[in-house]
């Protein structure tokens, strides 16, 4: 396992530096996200509620593009008062280990492809586990770059946040598993409560969430670098962004939409069965590479 935090990071991760830039970041976003809400009922005149939703391929891409300001909040967060450049999240050298994001990219869309594949058997017609073909390809085609690209600065800003921000320089202070993994992991899981749309399965959704914290986490530890967490997030946003998608919620530019309903108890077994699923792997992968699942 590679150093994680510089010698730079541990002197400056005093608790009032972290809390001004929490602040920094939060005022950023909420700000540009208020500027881009004003813009959007301006000159999107339909725009209603349910596009917060982003059911339509323009709500969508707005939806998405409120994530980017979320770059320039840690940014401003890192050069005061951190004083030190927003590439020290990535990694101690710097930089983005882009092959370990490529394997993470491969194996994150490999997985959930796998999971979908056994979904159709185990909740398939006529348990109603459907998964119908858009009416437009052409307008998918068209902005399958332009969504994969925010859906890029989308993964990453939560991954820099969370998986940068928040654990390395939770790390960097000596914090212990409790705080550097599943606090920041626990919060990343309640940005995805969405109660409206998972019924009483989205407490499940949160916990598979903060369990894919917590995994990203420590693979993020382990290997030094958010390249191959950052190359999971985007695979596994870009299956489910613009692959296949529950219809109603972020359903707007999916090549595939299911008409499983989220809020069905099957739903809340599945999510368990898959964040189980994720475990053993990160367990197996964990004790085959380093001889331990716990990095330290």
Request: with cysteine.
């Amino acid at each position: 396992m590679t150093d994680f935090v510089s010698i730079r990071m541990r002197e400056k991760s005093q608790i009032w530096r972290i809390i001004v830039g929490l602040m920094i970041i939060g005022v950023v976003y909420i700000g540009a996200g208020l500027a881009i809400g004003v813009a959007a009922a301006t000159f999107v005149p339909d725009f209603s509620e349910n596009d917060l939703l982003g059911t339509r391929p323009l709500s969508l891409m707005i939806v998405l593009a409120t994530f980017i300001p979320v770059w320039f909040g840690v940014r401003f967060a890192m050069f005061w008062p951190m004083r030190q450049p927003i590439q020290a999240l990535y990694s101690v050298t710097q930089r983005i280990n882009w092959r370990d994001f490529g394997i993470g990219l491969s194996l994150s869309l490999i997985a959930v492809s796998i999971f979908e594949i056994a979904s159709v058997f185990l909740f398939g017609t006529p348990q109603g586990y459907t998964a119908q073909f858009i009416a437009d390809p052409a307008t998918w085609l068209m902005l399958l770059i332009p969504a994969s690209v925010l859906i890029l600065f989308q993964a990453g800003a939560e991954e820099v946040l969370f998986r940068g921000y928040f654990l390395r320089l939770i790390w960097a202070r000596g914090g212990r598993y409790w705080w550097a993994f599943f606090v920041p992991s626990f919060i990343f899981g309640l940005g995805h409560f969405a109660p409206d749309q998972f019924g009483s399965n989205a407490w499940f959704y949160v916990a598979n969430t903060t369990v894919t914290g917590m995994i990203l986490c420590a693979i993020t530890v382990f290997r030094g670098n958010i390249g191959a967490a950052f190359g999971l997030h985007w695979g596994i946003n870009l299956f489910g962004i613009l692959i296949l998608s529950n219809d109603g919620y972020l359903s707007g530019l999916a090549l595939f939409l299911n008409s499983f309903d989220p809020a069905d108890p099957r739903m809340g077994w599945a999510m368990v069965i898959m964040t189980l699923i994720e475990v053993v792997i990160y367990v197996v992968w964990a004790h085959r590479t380093y001889g331990k699942i716990v990095p330290t």
